[in-house]
Structure formats: structure tokens, C-alpha cells
């Protein structure tokens, strides 16, 4: 049959959203390349910041201890979060439709939103002042809604006959759930994972709030520590320091997508098991 005026068209809208789609994000890579790698010099990677070198080094220690601190936290958190909820409880359960209402709420909470919470909570209430703990905890709740929302969507994808086929062999709820039902939801799992990650590297203003702007490796968790973003963000700012800025969203840009690759690998490998 032939194709109606109007589906033509849907279908040339879709192409052209797609296309549309991958040229942006080329572009703003090539940008980033272009203006960025000229400027990528071993004064960069000094292992102390100062103001003439302008390091980089401590903020990108900071920004992986950032993204792990706040993954250890969510992440299981998350996990379980959506296993009780697909799982355990029980269908019509009112806890269940209220906790997923929450996540949903705070998905959409602005980042500075939380930043002002992380301040009051764990920086003046518990005393823990601008530090890497407060930063991971901040960031640990405003990706935890994000974790949690696609695990249970993963579980969700599980065909109910895989449950049945494990229960007929005698498995118990704990066994079907570690052996069958993560291994098939990981890779949905993980893209939850990578999304949290972006949204981790690429956090400023509630760390400026909570983690702070000192540009050393911390000895411990309740020392400040700037990440690449804050790090891009203050040297912008300033104004004196505009290329290495350039430079410090390339090697920020490589960071996010070496993670991705090896998110996706092991992702793949789950899938093959």
C-alpha cells in the first residue's frame, strides 16, 4: 500500500529529528576539540593547583571520587528500592504508588534545590561543613530517584514467565532474583547507572553549595574538593583563564565518555551471560 501524504511526512520528521539529533552533539564535540585541544599542556596535570598553572589534576581526582562515593550510596539503595517494589510488595499497594509519586517529584527538583538542602543539612546541621562527604550525599539523593525509576522499569521488562519457569524448578524468591531476574535487567540497570554518572560529572551549582571550590586532593572525606565541573565553572568565571577552561571540558568530555564505553562493555557482557 502506499504510504498516505501525512505518514511521508511523520516519517521525514522523524529522520530529520534524528539527523538534527547527531549533528548537534558532533558539533558541540568538534567545538569542544577544537577550541580545547590546543590548549591541553602538562602544566595542566601538575599535581598541585596553583593560580599560574591552573591544574586540573586534583579537580579530575575529585570528580572520580565524587562519581564512586555517590554511586556507592544510590546505587544499592536504588536497587533495592526497585526490587521491593517490583518484587515484594504487593499489587495495589498505596506505599507503592506514593514512593514512586516521590521519585517522579524529586527527578524534577532543580539542582540548586538540592544544593540549598545539602548546605543546610549536612554542611550546617550535621557539621560536616563544605566537604567530600556532603558533595556524595547531595548528589547520592538527586540520583537516587533517577536509579531507582529504572530498575523498576528493567524488573518491570522480565517476562513474568521466567519467574514462573524459576519458581516450577524450585527456586525461591532470593535465588530467581539473584540468578535470573538482575542478570536479564542489568543492562537497563546500568543505563540508569550511566545516566547518573552524566548527571554526576556534570554537576555544579549543588556542589558549589556542599563540596566547594578548593582545588586540592582531599587527605579525607570532610575536606572540600572541586570537581572539573565547578573547577570549568570557577576559571570561566574569573575570566583570566578562558582556554584552559576549553581544555578542562575536553579532558571532562573524555572522561564521561570512557565511562560510557566501559558502562556499555560490561553492560554487553551481561547480556551475552
Not at 195 to 223: H, K
Request: hydrophobic share 55%.
Amino acid at each position: 500500500m502506499k504510504r498516505k501524504p501525512l505518514d511521508k511526512l511523520l516519517v521525514a520528521l522523524v529522520y530529520s529529528s534524528a539527523a538534527l539529533t547527531v549533528f548537534i552533539l558532533f558539533f558541540i564535540i568538534g567545538y569542544i576539540v577544537v577550541k580545547g585541544a590546543p590548549h591541553l599542556k602538562l602544566s595542566l596535570f601538575a599535581l598541585h593547583y596553583t593560580s599560574e598553572n591552573v591544574s586540573l589534576f586534583p579537580p579530575l581526582v575529585n570528580t572520580v571520587l565524587m562519581t564512586l562515593l555517590s554511586l556507592l550510596i544510590a546505587v544499592p539503595l536504588g536497587i533495592f528500592t526497585a526490587v521491593y517494589l517490583v518484587e515484594y510488595a504487593k499489587r495495589g499497594n498505596k506505599m507503592v504508588g506514593a514512593v514512586r509519586l516521590t521519585a517522579e517529584t524529586l527527578a524534577g527538583i532543580p539542582s540548586i534545590i538540592y544544593g540549598l538542602f545539602g548546605f543546610l543539612f549536612f554542611v550546617i546541621y550535621l557539621g560536616w561543613g563544605m566537604s567530600l562527604l556532603a558533595g556524595s550525599c547531595t548528589l547520592a539523593i538527586m540520583i537516587l530517584p533517577l536509579i531507582m525509576r529504572t530498575s523498576e522499569e528493567a524488573l518491570k521488562s522480565v517476562p513474568d514467565s521466567f519467574r514462573e519457569g524459576s519458581f516450577g524448578l524450585g527456586a525461591g524468591r532470593l535465588r530467581t532474583l539473584q540468578k535470573i531476574l538482575l542478570p536479564y535487567a542489568m543492562p537497563g540497570i546500568l543505563a540508569g547507572v550511566i545516566l547518573s554518572i552524566g548527571r554526576i560529572v556534570g554537576e555544579t551549582a549543588a556542589l558549589i553549595f556542599t563540596a566547594g571550590t578548593l582545588a586540592r586532593i582531599p587527605n579525607d572525606l570532610f575536606q572540600s574538593a572541586r570537581t572539573l565541573s565547578v573547577h570549568m565553572y570557577n576559571l570561566s568565571s574569573e575570566g583570566f583563564h578562558i582556554d584552559e577552561a576549553y581544555a578542562t571540558a575536553l579532558v571532562l568530555l573524555v572522561l564521561v565518555v570512557v565511562i560510557n564505553a566501559l558502562s556499555f562493555f560490561v553492560a554487553k557482557k551481561f547480556t551475552r551471560e
